[in-house]
């Protein structure tokens, strides 16, 4: 028995691949390096092309009473994760077609109302002419964005977008598989990736190139906290026994968004807390291939598009919403609903 469900197959899906052992990701047939320059809205739409369904996508305002539930989680300060499951839960659509139209495309403006919210300003509208990625950086900022910014964005969202059979995708395909709406399916998504062993912690990956502060301090402090046994957020992943594909794709992307619309201080200085922290490591653990992960540079990148600690993971979610709708329709292919076994180890009557 393996409790974790590691190496069991459940589901067959041609929505993406990971090959851990030679740090690959497929995407819709495609290398995630050769995916990465695409709109976004191109790469929903090419994942729900291939589990059955035709539709476009594009962003939309939010519903009234949604709205409304925003402002009373802004008023009691919750969280953004949860403002972004209650806020999904108000929605409703006729078809899944509609709903998954609606969900991809109405998450941008609940995380950028809620924070909007949450720091005093009202709410803005997405504008028709900008996709997705722009009005989410526009609805958060109240000012059209940068290309640069836009573009480094897209790259994110189309990196991240699906990745095998995760804790979250795997909870969407087994709401979805028991018959019910993609509006359950995607609010019970995003609960697990609340979880802080899903969703990561992209924050502290920062945080340790902010205490750093320079270079020149990062092999003595790094030293000092391999020793100790401290982790060294960004390092390392639980799939990728090599170098995790994102993390090279992400790279890309930072550099050249801060070469042309960025920091290029902080850029380099996480560029050369990275190589230390790589040789570190190899030092102290030998042949356990703990290389850089997508953690790292969605840090570098988020926080160098403007984004704070808080709005990384529903960043993340923008994302991963069109991964979730489009297991869902393949799910609804399949047509059977998921029930694994389990083994009782109780006591037995006398």
């Not at 403007?306 to 994302?319: D, K, N, Q, R, Y």
Request: with cysteine; aromatic share 6%; hydrophobic share 45%.
């Amino acid at each position: 028995m393996n409790s974790g469900l590691e190496g069991i197959v459940a589901a067959e899906t041609r929505l993406s691949m990971v090959d851990g052992e030679r740090g690959e990701l497929v995407i819709g047939g495609y290398r995630v390096e050769e995916l990465a320059g695409a709109s976004f809205e191109r790469t929903v739409e090419l994942l729900w092309g291939i589990a059955g369904f035709s539709g476009s996508v594009r962003a939309v305002p939010l519903p009234p009473h949604t709205l409304a539930l925003l402002r009373s989680a802004a008023e009691a300060r919750v969280e953004g994760m949860d403002a972004l499951r209650m806020a999904a839960g108000t929605l409703t659509a006729k078809t899944d077609g509609e709903a998954a139209q609606l969900l991809v495309g109405v998450f941008p403006a609940i995380v950028a109302a809620h924070w909007r919210l949450l720091h005093g300003r009202e709410p803005l509208q997405p504008r028709p002419e900008l996709g997705l990625a722009a009005n989410y950086l526009y609805m958060l900022t109240g000012s059209e964005p940068h290309e640069e910014l836009v573009r480094g964005l897209e790259t994110y969202l189309n990196t991240v977008v699906d990745h095998g059979l995760n804790a979250s995708t795997f909870t969407t395909r087994v709401i979805a598989s028991t018959g019910s709406d993609f509006v359950s399916a995607i609010t019970g998504a995003i609960g697990a990736l609340k979880g802080p062993l899903h969703g990561g912690a992209p924050g502290p990956a920062l945080d340790m190139v902010f205490e750093i502060g320079d270079v020149a301090r990062a092999e003595e402090m790094l030293r000092r906290k391999v020793a100790a046994g401290e982790r060294l957020m960004g390092f390392g992943h639980r799939v990728y026994k090599v170098r995790d594909p994102r993390a090279d794709v992400l790279a890309a992307a930072a550099a050249r968004m801060f070469t042309r619309a960025g920091d290029m201080h902080l850029y380099e200085l996480a560029r050369g807390v990275e190589a230390v922290a790589l040789r570190v490591l190899e030092e102290h653990k030998p042949g356990r291939r703990l290389q850089t992960n997508v953690e790292f540079y969605t840090a570098l990148l988020l926080h160098g598009l403007g984004l704070e600690v808080p709005l990384f993971t529903p960043t993340f979610a923008i994302s991963r919403v069109a991964g979730w709708t489009a297991h869902c329709f393949e799910q609804r292919g399949v047509g059977r609903i998921i029930r694994p076994q389990s083994v009782y180890v109780g006591a037995m009557p006398a």
